[in-house]
């Protein structure tokens, strides 16, 4: 079957760095999402991966390894914010969507 | 976790007909479901509120008579896209909100990818 997983809940200190981890296993990729979400809000569009490696954009990186089936999301200098759930997503062979949970990201002063 | 599953997954149409996308909720039961589209690379754009049993809570900008939604049961809710034209091909997504007290959580469908020719 396909399964995405990441941890259910994280906490952080302003200022600090967090990594939210992504493991997958999906019948195919086509590239794999993350996004961002507020309590009550519709998921923001943070990164795409589909090749092997790092991506910067600004406080925010994304990286992913193909051949591991993993990628993680890299906060850096974290606010309060940045208090949400992030969602990693991978787009498989069919151009379906598979979902992780979610992981819920608390920040403390 | 809860399951949400939409029909079809992929559908190619002519220009001028009517599309319909069903999104359930397999294990639970959703008051209330988000129908939204995702256009490439891009953050999902979230078109109407679907509440059971009332009419549905549309975004500016999305037209309702072009986009019709009914939410007949507690674990369906039906998007019909009408007259399509190939602007309208997109990824479109429901989640699924649960009727439970203290829930504050949404579950994602896999997306409908509609091509219109």
């Known amino acids: 079957g396909q399964n995405i997983d990441q941890p259910t809940e994280m906490t952080a200190t302003e200022g600090a760095i967090v990594q939210i981890n992504c493991t997958y296993q999906t019948s195919g990729f086509n590239g794999l999402f993350w996004y961002q979400q507020h309590a009550g809000e519709a998921p923001t569009f943070l990164s795409y991966n589909v090749l092997d490696g790092l991506e910067e954009k600004g406080r925010f990186s994304s990286f992913l390894s193909r051949s591991k089936g993993y990628s993680y999301l890299l906060l850096k200098e974290l606010q309060m914010k940045d208090s949400a759930s992030y969602l990693c997503a991978v787009l498989d062979s069919n151009y379906q969507l598979i979902w992780g949970a979610g992981t819920k990201l608390i920040i403390k002063p | 976790g809860a399951v949400v599953s939409q029909h079809p997954s992929w559908v190619i149409c002519k220009s001028g007909t009517s599309v319909k996308i069903e999104c359930r909720s397999l294990d639970f039961q959703a008051t209330t479901m988000f129908w939204y589209r995702q256009f490439p690379k891009q953050s999902l754009m979230l078109m109407a509120t679907?509440?059971?049993?009332?009419?549905?809570?549309?975004e500016q900008g999305v037209e309702k008579d072009k986009f019709l939604i009914n939410h007949a049961s507690l674990t369906l809710s039906t998007l019909t896209v009408t007259s399509a034209h190939p602007e309208d091909s997109s990824f479109y997504i429901c989640?699924?909100?649960?009727?439970?007290?203290?829930?504050?959580?949404?579950?994602f469908g896999p997306g409908t990818r509609l091509t219109v020719l």
């Open positions: 989640s699924a909100f649960p009727r439970a007290e203290g829930y504050n959580e949404q579950f």
């Open positions: 679907s509440n059971e049993g009332s009419k549905a809570t549309y």
